[in-house]
């Protein structure tokens, strides 16, 4: 008897919302550039692809800035400091989990 074996992929690609164009021209006409927040959750490998995703974006856009910040714990939120930071530096924050 054969059995089947079925594997579901997934491909997280979806189409760059309409807002965005508007999201980064009022962030450039703010600070001058694009200042994105990158977000380090500790779990591993996170900060391989978050710094992987950081050099494609320098090459993507060369004036932009980043700010790279870690959590303490991955089970717990960023701390009021972090987020503090983030806020007051950034434009958008992208953050990740990976192991």
Partial sequence: MNTLA?????IPEA???????GVVTAATQRSG??????LDNTKGNADLLLGMLRDGL???????SFVMLRKLNPSLGAAA??????????????TAMAD
Wanted: proline share 10%.
């Fill in 15 to 21: 189409p760059v919302p309409a807002v965005l164009p």
């Fill in 58 to 64: 320098q090459s993507a856009l060369p004036d932009a």
């Fill in 6 to 10: 079925y594997v579901d992929l997934v």
């Fill in 33 to 38: 550039t694009l200042r994105f927040g990158i």
């Fill in 81 to 94: 400091e972090i987020l503090d930071r983030l806020a007051r530096d950034t434009d958008m924050v992208i």
